[in-house]
C-alpha cells in the first residue's frame, strides 16, 4: 500500500536529532525519500542508516551549515543529484536562545538571527531553483509559538522566529503570483522534548529534566509537554498532496497555549 508520501522527495534540516528526526523517519515511513542535513553530519549520518536498515535508500546524509550561503548552495546541489530532484524543503535546523533586550549581546542576537531566519531565507531562494521543477511541491518551515507571542527574556529567540512567520507568507505568495504549484507554510511548535528543551533546564532552574516538563507543562491548557512525533505528523500533512489547498498559513502546535 502507496504511503502519503509516495513520490515526495525531501530536503530536511537539522535531521541529525530532535525533530528533524522524527520528521525525517516519518516521512521515509510514509514513502518519502530523504535528504538529512546538518552541521553534525555524523550524526546525520547515523540517523540517515538508520532509517535504511527499515527503508533500504530512503535517506541520505550532508554536511549542512545553514547559516552560511555557500553551503546552501552545495547542498542543494547534493541533494538535487542524490535524490533526482526534490520537492519538499524543511527548514527545522535552529537554536534557543534567552535573553531581554538588554541582557542579549549584539553577537548572540546576530548568531540568533543567522541560524533561525537567514538560514529560512537562504533555503527558500535556492531550494525553489529545483522545486520548481519537480511541482508539487512543499516548504515548511519550523517556527515557534515564541514567533506569534513574546516574552520579555526572549528577545532574539521571539524575533527570528516572527521572521520566519512572516517570510513563510511571503514566499507563499511569490511563488503562487509566478504560478509556482509549491505551497509555504509555517510550524508553530510549544515546548517539544528535544534536545533544546532540555537545554533550558538551568537557565529556568529546573533540577532535572522531569522538574523542568512539570514546571513548563503548567503553562499549557493540556497540561503536557509535546513530543516530537507531534510535530511530525503535522509536517507529513503539509509535504503531502492532501493539504494541496493551504498555502501561506500558521500551524500553531500548541497544546492549547494560545487559545488563552
Not at 15 to 33: P, T
Not at 35 to 48: P, R, W, Y
Not at 127 to 151: D, E, F, T
Not at 164 to 188: E, F, M, P, T
Request: with cysteine; hydrophobic share 45%.
Amino acid at each position: 500500500m502507496a504511503g502519503r508520501l509516495t513520490g515526495k522527495r525531501a530536503v530536511i534540516t537539522g535531521g541529525a536529532s530532535g525533530l528533524g528526526a522524527a520528521m525525517a523517519q516519518m516521512f521515509a515511513a510514509e514513502g518519502a525519500q530523504v535528504a538529512l542535513t546538518d552541521i553534525n553530519l555524523e550524526g546525520a549520518q547515523v540517523m540517515a542508516a538508520r532509517i535504511n536498515a527499515e527503508f533500504q535508500g530512503a535517506a541520505h546524509a550532508f554536511a549542512h551549515n545553514v547559516a552560511d550561503e555557500q553551503s546552501w548552495i552545495e547542498v542543494v546541489k547534493q541533494a538535487d543529484e542524490a535524490l533526482g530532484g526534490f520537492n519538499v524543503l524543511v527548514n527545522n535546523a535552529g537554536i534557543g536562545s534567552m535573553g531581554s533586550v538588554e541582557e542579549e549581546s549584539f553577537k548572540n542576537w546576530k548568531k540568533v538571527m543567522s541560524v533561525d531566519a537567514d538560514s529560512v531565507f537562504l533555503g527558500c531562494k535556492y531550494a525553489l531553483g529545483v522545486m520548481k521543477n519537480h511541482a508539487p511541491g512543499s516548504i515548511i518551515n519550523i517556527s515557534s509559538i515564541a514567533g506569534l507571542y513574546a516574552a520579555g527574556n526572549m528577545s532574539a529567540y521571539n524575533a527570528a522566529k516572527a521572521a520566519v512567520w512572516l517570510l513563510s507568507k511571503s514566499v507563499a505568495l511569490h511563488c503562487a503570483s509566478q504560478g509556482y504549484d509549491i505551497r509555504s507554510n509555517s510550524i508553530h511548535p510549544v515546548f517539544i522534548k528535544t534536545p533544546i528543551l532540555f537545554g533550558m533546564g538551568k537557565v529556568l532552574e529546573a533540577g532535572s529534566d522531569e522538574e523542568l516538563m512539570n514546571k513548563l507543562a503548567r503553562g499549557i491548557p493540556l497540561r503536557r509537554i509535546g513530543e516530537p512525533d507531534d510535530i511530525a505528523y503535522a509536517a507529513v500533512y503539509l509535504a503531502s498532496n492532501e493539504s494541496k489547498f493551504i498555502t501561506g498559513i500558521e500551524l500553531k502546535i500548541d497544546g492549547g497555549m494560545s487559545a488563552q
